[in-house]
T-cell receptor, first 113, second 110 residues
């Protein structure tokens, strides 16, 4: 089982460029999440999807959009990248909306110059 | 919003010493989960606590959930170099997504 797969693993963007981070899980989980991790800040929730067809804002949603394409896939889009969005992005999934363990992808290291 | 505070931010121990990290919430939690992240890696689930006063053990790791369900701790007995990493607590008070603490980075020197 692949678990949670994120692409790409590394990306460098110029300020103002756009990109989409892809995430797919093969565990038939209902809930999926996007977090960003910055030094000393822990994991901060950007957006989450409690189930297919629904998305909700987390703690730091500004500058991002998401799409829950189907039960397997949850993408994160940066419309106009800014240096403040330089971070490591993690996608995660869980079966029970925070009541069961979350499985994380390997992360995407994004640098905006 | 819900705040999950974790202390200390960093801890440096000699191999064989004990280690404890503490997690405190401003609100009552439905559950709390603990994760470990190795350097350069991704968070990996360790355990979930649900009941008030619950204590769970995994080999040298002991996890506790406070009676008021607002705090938790992770204690490692006789640390080893394989324990190096960042330990996160994550709590669920309402809604559907976990809120993570900022983590405690543990460094173990032989």
């Amino acid at each position: 089982n692949a678990g949670v797969t994120q692409t790409p693993k590394f990306q460098v963007l110029k300020t103002g460029q756009s990109m989409t981070l892809q995430c797919a899980q093969d565990m038939n989980h209902n809930s999926m999440y996007w977090y960003r991790q910055d030094p000393g800040m822990g994991l901060r929730l950007i957006y989450y999807s409690a189930s297919e067809g629904t998305t909700d804002k987390g703690e730091v949603p500004n500058g991002y959009n998401v799409s829950r394409l189907n039960k397997r896939e949850f993408s994160l889009r940066l419309e106009s990248a800014a240096p403040s969005q330089t971070s490591v992005y993690f996608c995660a999934s869980s079966g029970g909306q925070g009541y069961t363990e979350a499985f994380f992808g390997q992360g995407t290291r994004l640098t905006v110059v | 919003g819900q705040q999950v505070m974790q202390i200390p931010q960093y801890q440096h121990v000699q191999e064989g010493e004990d280690f404890t990290t503490y997690c405190n919430s401003s609100t009552t939690l439905s559950n709390i989960q603990w994760y470990k992240q190795r350097p350069g890696g991704h968070p990996v689930f360790l355990i979930q606590l649900v009941k008030s006063g619950e204590v769970k053990k995994q080999k040298r790791l002991t996890f506790q959930f406070g009676e008021a369900k607002k705090n938790s701790s992770l204690h490692i007995t006789a640390t080893q170099t394989t324990d190096v990493g960042t330990y996160f607590c994550a709590g669920l008070s309402s809604g559907y997504a976990l809120n993570f603490g900022k983590g405690t980075s543990l460094l173990v020197t032989p």
